[in-house]
């Protein structure tokens, strides 16, 4: 239902691998790799590839996505490791005072040490093709980068994995800190209702995947029929993100073809002509180009799930290169567009009232995910309606899919890590800092207004540090940006505010935003 799923349609087909040599570097990863909740004192190489390898027309649909490359360096932070080396490649060049925030930002060790230890390289290209693409397609930048990670010492991470990653992985010959794109399957829609069902996780009713439209209109009327008091269905191509791969069918002016009315065959081909009435998130898309991408992705049909006040809480997990499932967050996701399905922000952590209900389905599910050999990050929605009474209500969970790899919830948890050197406690859900105190937070990719566009990055810190609203390492709250590089172009930052409450963490986005309008406004 909601971020970045999927691997890109259109990506040129790597060269041939061998699988055996992809899983042998791999295996490498249990003797490098450490998480970032340790002080680590051993030589490391890290590789960050912040390539967004999804469907390139698709993302195209997000303003300043160009720029999302910033997204991953929270990965500075295992900069705090005072032999740790990072190389971090991007398809145009950061701007210096972007890199320098986040330096200034770690605590425990002065910013130079850091940035000594820290290498930046650019392609140079804004092209409409994946990072990892403009990379292969560029040998002599791939042998400095060769010549910048001891092969015997470093990994590569990225945002997503594709056979474009594994093919990177290979040429460097770097293990990969991510999942093997032969179990992409895992993290579509299909593949994640698969999961559901032999974990038993509660999950809406829905169909098979199909290739066309024809048996799009099929599985759909057999979903309706299932359940005949349906008021929509979600029609969601397999492979989708940000919820731009969702679209609404009402029902409710279907009354002609409504169960027990017609035959199955007439429902059928009365919801072909209704596909093309389909409510989409993006304003620009049609019916006939998005029935173009069902031959390609496939599509499922799924229940929407109807209910006032409802939630959209996630649970984020890892399996780690040592094979363990840790559970790292819950949060309740902020989510907007015509039918409530596109990710706009977070809230950490998700309600009290099923926070732990969702991170035992996240174990769950993580265990499964491991048997079929995953590894690294792992996402899962759910929608949560309220049942009973409202002062104490009970909740019905819904999962709605898995999202295999970093997304919008990734960075604000990690930027609270790098700022307070806490951790997450699976017992509570909750997050403590060095000294024990708990802390909350409400962050966002798209605090985005017109009258921001021409704020440079030093009249963002002006702003905000004449307000004493930037993160205060003292008291231990305060707001921390990124996607800086978005803000003079299209008046767009993200953000994470970190108070002592969820509402206190409300409040500082709220003086955030109330100081940028007040100096942008006439």
């Known amino acids: 239902m909601t971020k970045e799923t999927a691997v890109a349609p259109d990506l040129s087909t790597p060269q041939a691998v061998s699988p055996s040599h992809f ?33 390139q027309e698709e993302l195209q649909k997000i303003e300043g996505v160009n720029h999302y490359e910033e997204r991953l360096l929270f990965s500075l932070i295992r900069l705090r490791n005072p032999n740790t080396r990072l190389v971090y490649v991007t398809s145009q060049p950061l701007h210096p005072s972007i890199v320098d925030y986040y330096l200034e930002l770690l605590p425990g060790i002065p910013s130079s040490h850091a940035r000594e230890r820290l290498t930046l390289f650019a392609a140079y290209d804004s092209s409409r093709k994946p990072l990892t693409q403009k990379l292969l397609e560029r040998p002599r930048l791939l042998a400095r980068i060769r010549k910048a990670v001891d092969p015997q010492q470093g990994y590569m991470t990225c945002y997503n994995t594709t056979p474009l ?24 829609k299909s593949g994640s209702r698969d999961i559901f069902q032999r974990c038993g996780i509660p999950h809406p009713i829905g169909s098979e995947l199909v290739f066309s439209e024809t048996e799009l209109a099929q599985v759909t009327a057999d979903v309706w029929e299932q359940d005949p008091s349906l008021k929509r269905i979600v029609i969601k191509l397999n492979q989708g993100f940000s919820g731009e791969g969702n679209a609404i069918l009402d ?73 363990d499932v840790e559970i790292l967050s819950t949060h309740d996701q902020e989510l907007g567009g015509p039918d409530g399905q596109i990710f706009l922000g977070c809230s950490f952590p998700a309600r009290p009232d099923y ?50 790899r970093k997304g919008g919830t990734t960075h604000p948890l990690m930027a609270m890590k790098m700022l307070t050197e806490g951790r997450f406690s699976q017992e509570d859900g909750l997050f403590y800092t060095k000294q024990e105190q708990v802390r909350y937070y409400r962050a966002s990719d798209n605090l985005q207004k017109p009258h921001y566009r021409g704020l440079l990055p030093s009249d963002l810190m002006d702003i905000i540090v004449s307000k004493q609203l930037h993160f205060n390492s003292i008291s231990g709250v ?25 509402d206190h963490a409300s409040e500082i986005y709220d003086q955030v935003v109330a100081a940028l309008d007040e100096s942008t406004q006439d």
């Not at 340790?38 to 469907?55: A, K, Q, Y």
């Not at 940006?481 to 003079?488: E, T």
């Open 165 to 188: 990653e594994r093919e990177l992985s290979l040429a460097l010959g770097l293990p990969l800190l991510a999942l093997d794109p032969d179990l992409l399957h895992w993290g579509t």
């Open 355 to 404: 926070r732990l209900a969702i991170q035992e389905m996240g174990q769950r599910i993580g265990h499964e995910l491991a048997k079929e050999g995953a590894l690294e990050r792992y996402g899962v929605d759910f929608i949560a309606v309220p049942q009973g009474d409202a002062a104490a209500p009970q909740w019905d969970l819904q999962a709605i899919e898995i999202n295999l």
């Open 23 to 55: 899983r042998h570097l791999q295996s490498a990863l249990r003797d490098r790799w450490c998480s970032t909740d340790e002080f680590d004192t051993e030589e490391r190489h890290i590789l960050v590839i912040p390539s967004l390898s999804l469907d």
């Open 251 to 323: 029902l409710r002016p279907l009354h002609g073809i409504a169960p027990g009315t017609v035959s199955h065959r007439d429902r059928a081909q009365g919801l072909i002509d209704a596909f093309h009435h389909l409510s989409f998130q993006c304003a620009t898309e049609t019916w006939p180009h998005f029935a173009t991408k069902v031959p390609v992705l496939g599509a499922i049909a799924e229940a929407f799930v109807e209910g006032d006040h409802k939630q959209s809480p996630s649970v984020q997990g890892r399996v780690t290169p040592l094979g």
């Open 478 to 502: 305060g707001a921390a940006f990124h996607l800086i590089g978005c803000l003079s172009e299209y008046g767009k930052l993200g953000l994470t505010c970190i108070g002592t409450s969820p």
